[in-house]
């Protein structure tokens, strides 16, 4: 079980480090520190520094160059820093070299992700997936990390797997996998069982990348009070509920949203839980298309999608917080004309990439965008806020009910 005596501090101070690599570009890696800093701030910290450094690669030892690590040590020492996050993984070696070095903890953003994850964790299924990614990430670190789990200071980095002693045997190790593993098969049986109890309605999912909106749009559609918070991974448990639009009835889930650089073995681990996903006949796609790189966490949601063999399914890619796309996008002294084309331009643009599966909304607003040329010409021109997603949604949920349930025909009027 996680080790209650491992809170979290509130407000513990952080660093963020991050490579420019040969593939990518500085703008580039300070938005993916701006997702770390994020992180951060869900697991409770507030970052007061960052530090990039152009390398080929990472440097084996210190993953940084020596320099660039001796000026980090520079700026902690004596300032309250008691956490260094790296934005790639780190090996148990490359942590215990740099600790040295800095004399400050330092984790990595899988590190980062998974004491989310183990904060987040609410039921028996979250909490033994969890624990199983952990001690896969752990094995293959054991020789360099003991001595950065043992700590009984708390903070991020330390909500580990916790014992009464330090367990230094990688046969324990394995052998806790393994009980993990067990307990995740009966707890898979289980909802199995719960899954197939519920009947021949169509399934519906919602997908995304994390803090897109998926919670807050399950709530308009379900008129259920899914937990929705301005911070990363607020769902972790799946959420499924019945909704009828117009007499037909279908099953909406929630699902955890998805994350570049997401740890493999939380992927693995999370597998069952994302059988929901699988399982689906419709996947919401929705997309914070607010968000400065909206396209890459759109193509890192399609990739998951991939690895899941859910990628081919019927899609509705819903672009959320369209309020936001404008206020960032739009100067206040831009004309309305000019305003009007260039939101016809976007959604045309999505529409016919989407081969008409697109929908431009602001959940919290309730509402879309004026209405252009786009959305007429794909049946949305004078219907007004999330009537437009419902009409949508029950016209996708009864073309599958008129192919394998025909003689349903309760639902398909």
């Known amino acids: 079980m996680i080790d209650k005596r491992n809170r979290i501090q509130k407000e513990e101070r952080a660093v963020l480090v991050g490579l420019i690599q040969k593939d990518q570009t500085e703008p580039q890696v300070e938005e993916y520190l701006d997702e770390l800093a994020f992180l951060a701030e869900t697991a409770g910290a507030v970052t007061v520094k960052r530090f990039t450094q152009k390398l080929q690669h990472p440097d084996s030892r210190t993953f940084v160059g020596k320099g660039k690590l001796e000026e980090i040590r520079k700026y902690v020492a004596g300032k309250d820093i ?56 752990i094995l293959p670190r054991l020789r360099g990390m003991w001595k950065h789990l043992e700590r009984l200071g708390g903070g991020i980095g330390t909500r580990g797997p916790g014992e009464t002693e330090i367990e230094t045997d990688r046969r324990i190790v394995r052998d806790k996998i393994s009980l ?21 309605f169509i399934r519906v999912a919602l997908v995304g990348y994390t803090n897109v909106g998926k ?30 639009f117009d007499t037909t009835p279908f099953l909406l889930s929630d699902t955890v949203g998805f994350i570049r650089k997401l740890p493999h073995h939380l992927i693995e681990s999370f597998k069952s839980t994302l059988d929901e996903v699988r399982e689906a006949d419709i996947l919401l796609h929705i997309v914070d298309i607010s968000h400065p790189a909206y396209e890459e966490q759109l193509g890192v949601v399609n990739k998951t999608l991939q690895e899941l063999d859910a990628f081919d399914k019927p ?45 431009f909304i602001s959940a919290i607003e309730k509402r879309i965008p004026t209405a252009s040329s786009a ?33 349903k025909t309760e639902f398909l009027y």
Do not use: C, H
Not at 108 to 123: E, G, Q, V
Not at 181 to 197: F, G, N, S, Y
């Open 180 to 200: 993990l593993k067990k307990r995740l098969v009966e707890i898979d049986k289980q909802a199995l069982t719960q899954r197939k109890d519920r009947g021949e």
């Open 82 to 137: 008691r956490v260094v996050i790296f934005d790639d993984e780190l090996s148990g070696s490359q942590i215990n070299n740099i600790e040295k070095v800095i004399d400050v903890k330092a984790i990595d953003r899988s590190d980062l992700i998974l004491d989310i994850f183990a904060r987040r964790a609410k039921t028996a299924q979250a909490k033994a997936q969890v624990e199983l990614a952990q001690y896969q990430y």
């Open 315 to 359: 899609t509705l890619t819903i672009f959320n917080k369209m309020d936001l796309y404008e206020k960032r996008n739009f100067d206040e002294w831009l004309e309305e004309s000019t305003k009007k084309q260039l939101l016809e331009d976007l959604q045309e643009r999505w529409i016919r990439e989407t081969n008409g599966n697109a929908v």
């Open 215 to 244: 919670s807050t749009i399950m709530n308009l559609l379900s008129k259920r009070e899914v937990f929705a918070e301005n911070k990363l991974f607020a769902t972790l448990d799946t959420t499924t509920g019945k909704v009828v």
């Open 375 to 407: 959305q007429a010409s794909a049946g949305r021109g004078g219907r007004q806020g999330i009537d437009i997603l419902r009409q949508k949604i029950l016209q996708k949920v009864r073309e599958i009910y008129r192919i394998r349930y025909p003689y």
